[in-house]
């Protein structure tokens, strides 16, 4: 199993590019203490995570279970 961790890729993302994302997990986690829904602040961490790694709209549909 670690093995097969170890063949995921992850981009080395500098600070300044991680801020964004630091951003949004604080906000979820603010939302989640007082119940609110926190679906939109997820979605906007998916396609930044899509982004980050260049996902294509096809490969994208596979990681949201459409395809």
């Known amino acids: ?3 097969n961790l170890k063949l995921i890729p992850v981009p ?3 600070f300044k ?5 630091i951003t949004l997990v604080d906000k ?4 989640k203490k007082k119940n609110k829904d926190t679906t939109d602040l ?3 961490i ?6 980050l790694y260049e996902l ?5 549909k596979v990681v949201e279970g459409k395809k």
């Open 56 to 60: 294509t709209d096809e490969e994208i």
């Open 42 to 44: 997820e979605k906007q």
């Open 1 to 3: 199993l670690l093995e």
């Open 12 to 14: 080395n993302v500098e």
């Open 17 to 21: 590019q991680q801020k964004p994302f």
């Open 28 to 31: 979820i986690i603010s939302a």
């Open 46 to 51: 998916d396609e930044m995570v899509y982004k």
